[in-house]
């Protein structure tokens, strides 16, 4: 996560906040989204904070209302025209451009989650400074003119890591169950949200702040149906923010529904929501002052189905609502980058807008999951499992890097200022981006020959079997497993039954060998293939080094509970392996050792070029290996530099892994996240102005396997999709 940065990038939000109400106190109905496909035969409502009672504005009143199959705001009717903007997805030096785009893309209200994880990143360690300050992008919302949804969980799903829950939930023990009335879970979110809702208590719209619905829980009828659970949300909402609030929920995707089994109709990159009665009834709790919204494939026509929504909402107390109109999708590592048409998106939202529906755009803006917060979803089990990108691009309107020069932006704003009663902002042009060139980078170092710097030796755990990264207290990254075997007279094989989410397999013939063991290949979740491994001479017991990748914990379904790390026993043909050490790693530590304690670098980049190519060959013929992996090699740290001219702007860049395998990267410290050319689609990652600084900038890259040849990445102007085996790509 990133620290240390004001909201705002230093930017002073000056209008004082209203303390004091006016009038007699407004009712918030709690408003929850369920799921409705055009086939689902019932519709059913979501649970909602509420009393019964009914306001009426006398003209001066501030309040938010459902009245007359409508919205009310300040006691006159009101559409919603909102979209997603993540405030943890975009640097606080952001913010106000990316809202100031959503503004001129036409949009009157702001949706975002909130992650339970970014916030209480280790038990009771609160964190609401730098992208973490939501307080600060709630009220810069609010005085660029916004009103706010707002998604407080404790899930959010989002394509976060873990759906938002900390990782340090599953290194608890006995193993808490999620999303549950469970006691020990219940007390955490309890302790959670008592930090967080009375943060956001003065924020409420009836308080004077911009929040007009509040969320709690998400997608709760595709996982269970603990009404307990539900109702304790509801209590706890209650307790910190009163009986006058609005909630809304988010829906299954068809994605999801086709995964767990259930037939819809898909149109390219689009959504359906619902798809059975008992989903959308496992998620409800019926009562009074209960508002149900609907959600649908954008294809789709949306007024059957909020024909269909009344008779599951009060009289007068069902306005028409799309919580998640979709403007794209996300996207997996190995899938071709996912798009949707501008043309097609625009006269979906048309058709709701045009009788007085309401809509908010899922993303407005996506923007990026730096560091290691992208998520990921698995299929029929829990080994079907597909990573996100670190790219949260989205195809939104507004994209990455904040571009509205393109179709989508065009057309969904042409569409959308027919609705407004107000003229729309000018569109901004696009920030203009810098191609700092090609930058040279040097090998500084091997995995192994830094182990005892990236995990002290104090940290090391030592068992009989591996042991789970969380339980080691790793929350994301990498952990190395350490064993030995008696040497093999005949290649062995090597399973791991259970590796979440890929291993990197080594052998030496010492485990305190301070060279670098050699690469024998890689097991991975997915695939889960044995390992043939190599016939080598030792004077003694052979080194195992397995290490082990978290690529992102699961964030929907029944298999959230995503421990990382090995997590069965690891068998060299047939005999399970005991004695285990593991290593949490920490690249931090690297960073500022290798800053305060320059590591001796390797060689100078021709000869580090001439050692790779050689080391290439001499690896291929000593050992058999499959084409994908003739090209890998070991571990190592690479550092390069490019200079940023005093007299010129520091601009966004893209930096450009054509070349590479597989790795992650950071520029002056800052984690932008991983790189995979080698299984796409991305190609770059998103280097963020503010990140930057004039004169010297420094990348330091971790590549798991084998670097650009000519040692070299390129800093573009574009972002580049276009990565992987053919058959990701268009």
Request: aromatic share 12%; hydrophobic share 40%; charged share 20%.
């Amino acid at each position: 996560m990133v620290r240390g940065r004001g909201g705002g990038g230093g930017r002073t939000i000056r209008k004082r906040w209203m303390a004091s109400k006016k009038g007699l106190k407004l009712l918030l109905a709690l408003l929850t989204t369920v799921t409705l496909t055009s086939f689902a035969p019932a519709l059913a409502p979501f649970p909602v904070l509420s009393s019964s009672r009914h306001y009426l504005s006398s003209g001066n009143d501030r309040g938010f209302w459902i009245a007359d199959d409508m919205f009310w705001k300040d006691g006159q009717p009101f559409q919603i025209i909102g979209g997603d903007v993540h405030y943890f997805r975009v640097l606080p030096e952001y913010w106000e451009d990316r809202l100031l785009r959503a503004k001129a893309l036409g949009l009157n209200t702001i949706q975002t989650y909130v992650p339970w994880n970014l916030h209480e990143p280790a038990p009771q360690k609160w964190v609401f400074e730098g992208i973490a300050d939501i307080e600060s992008f709630l009220k810069l919302a609010q005085e660029l003119g916004f009103l706010v949804m707002l998604r407080a969980g404790p899930y959010i799903c989002a394509e976060w890591d873990f759906g938002g829950f900390p990782a340090w939930l599953l290194a608890i023990e006995p193993a808490l169950k999620l999303r549950s009335s469970d006691p020990e879970f219940l007390q955490l979110v309890e302790r959670w949200w008592a930090v967080l809702l009375p943060k956001m208590a003065p924020l409420l719209y009836e308080n004077g702040g911009p929040i007009i619905m509040v969320q709690v829980e998400n997608e709760f009828g595709s996982y269970g149906d603990d009404k307990k659970y539900l109702h304790h949300l509801v209590t706890l909402a209650r307790r910190h923010l009163g009986n006058d609030i609005v909630l809304h929920g988010r829906e299954l995707r068809e994605e999801e529904i086709e995964k767990k089994g259930r037939r819809g109709r898909r149109e390219r990159r689009y959504t359906t929501d619902g798809g059975s009665k008992d989903t959308l009834e496992n998620g409800t709790i019926l009562g009074e002052g209960v508002f149900s919204a609907v959600d649908f494939s954008t294809g789709d026509n949306p007024w059957p189905i909020f024909k269909l929504q009344k008779k599951y909402n009060a009289p007068g107390k069902s306005p028409a609502l799309s919580s998640e109109f979709y403007t794209g999708w996300l996207t997996h590592w190995g899938e071709q980058i996912a798009e949707t048409d501008a043309n097609l998106t625009a006269a979906a939202l048309q058709k709701i807008l045009s009788r007085n529906g309401s809509a908010v755009l899922y993303m407005a803006h996506g923007g990026t999951n730096f560091e290691f917060f992208s998520g990921a979803n698995t299929g029929q089990n829990e080994s079907d499992y597909k990573a996100d990108l670190t790219s949260y691009d989205y195809d939104a309107p507004i994209k990455e890097s904040g571009d509205v020069d393109n179709p989508k932006f065009k057309a969904l704003r042409r569409v959308i200022e027919t609705y407004r009663s107000v003229a729309l902002p000018p569109v901004p042009s696009n920030n203009k981006r810098a191609s700092y060139g090609l930058v040279e980078v040097s090998k500084i170092a091997s995995f192994f020959e830094v182990l005892d710097t990236i995990c002290s030796p104090m940290e090391v755990v030592e068992a009989e079997h591996p042991i789970a990264m969380e339980l080691v207290g790793q929350m994301f990254g990498f952990v190395l497993y350490v064993t030995e075997y008696p040497q093999k007279e005949t290649s062995s094989i090597l399973s791991i039954p259970k590796v979440h989410d890929r291993a990197q397999v080594f052998i030496s013939c010492s485990v305190d060998d301070n060279g670098s063991p050699i690469y024998v290949g890689v097991i991975e979740r997915w695939s889960n293939k044995a390992l043939a491994m190599p016939k080598i001479n030792c004077s003694s017991n052979i080194g195992l080094f397995v290490l082990v990748e978290n690529l992102g914990r699961v964030n929907y379904g029944p298999y959230m509970y995503d421990r990382k790390g090995i997590l069965s026993p690891v068998i060299l043909d047939d005999v399970v392996l005991h004695q285990w050490k593991t290593y949490p790693i920490s690249f931090q530590r690297f960073i500022n050792h290798s800053k305060d304690n320059p590591i001796k670098q390797a060689a100078n980049s021709r000869i580090n070029k001439i050692l790779i190519q050689n080391s290439l060959k001499d690896h291929s013929s000593r050992f058999t290996f499959s084409p994908k992996e003739s090209i890998s090699e070991e571990p190592g740290f690479y550092k390069g530099h490019f200079y940023v001219d005093p007299r010129n702007q520091v601009r966004d860049t893209f930096i450009s892994f054509s070349g590479w395998s597989k790795g992650i990267a950071f520029v002056n410290n800052f984690n932008i996240g991983r790189f995979w050319p080698l299984f796409g689609p991305q190609c770059t990652l998103y280097v963020p102005a503010p990140i930057l600084q004039h004169g010297e900038n420094v990348v330091v890259i971790l590549e798991l396997h084998a670097p650009n040849p000519d040692l070299t990445i390129e800093l573009v102007e574009n972002p580049d999709f276009t990565c992987g085996p053919k058959h990701h790509q268009k």
